[in-house]
């Protein structure tokens, strides 16, 4: 063989070697990234924190709206059967109150975690587009919807050091 037709040999080889990558699906983990990434963990813990003091507050009340229910018991030979009823219908109205507070937090928190995880793939987009353009990869997939993947072919790792880099945090209030 003559050295051109070994060097043609050598690029036709590393040529399609390239092609060959960019045609093969990569993936990524989301849901680790949404996770454990600085912005992630940050949002997590603030939802957190939310939650046990919303949560906390309401076993309080809950608390006291008991007390409320055993002096009631106490007081009914005591107190007259109308000034009873008032008490009663006014206990109920507490709980009732109570279950639409504990049922607005549930509510609140997950749609705050909802848009924490909307605007972190807001962030996340543009970031893995430029990736994939970088290191001509023609397609991503989450993690979540592959059956078995060679870990090789994970870029979890390496998107998950931009993400840190472009998005401290996230916006919650």
């Known amino acids: ?10 690029i036709i080889f590393f040529s399609s070697e390239s092609l060959l990558h960019s045609e093969i699906p990569h993936y990524l983990d989301f849901k680790l990234i949404l996770n454990e990434s600085d912005a992630g963990k940050k949002a997590q813990t603030f939802l957190k924190n939310k939650l046990e003091k919303g949560i906390k507050t309401i076993q309080d009340k809950e608390k006291k709206i008991l007390e409320e ?3 009631l018991i106490q007081q009914k030979k005591v107190l007259s059967q109308e000034e009873y009823v008032k008490k009663v219908t006014a206990l109920r109205t507490k709980v009732s109150s109570l ?3 504990r049922s607005t937090l549930m509510q609140s928190v997950a749609k705050q975690r909802s848009k924490a995880k ?11 587009k ?6 001509k990869i023609r397609m991503i997939m989450n993690k979540k919807d592959i059956l078995l993947a060679d870990e090789k072919l994970s870029i979890t ?17």
């Open 1 to 10: 063989m003559t050295l051109k037709k070994i060097l043609t040999f050598f």
């Open 69 to 71: 229910e055993k002096k």
């Open 99 to 101: 279950q639409k507070e």
């Open 118 to 128: 909307n605007e972190l793939l807001k962030a996340l987009n543009p970031i893995v």
């Open 130 to 135: 430029d990736y994939m353009v970088e290191k």
């Open 157 to 173: 790792d390496d998107i998950m050091k931009l993400i840190n880099i472009k998005l401290k945090s996230i916006k919650l209030n």
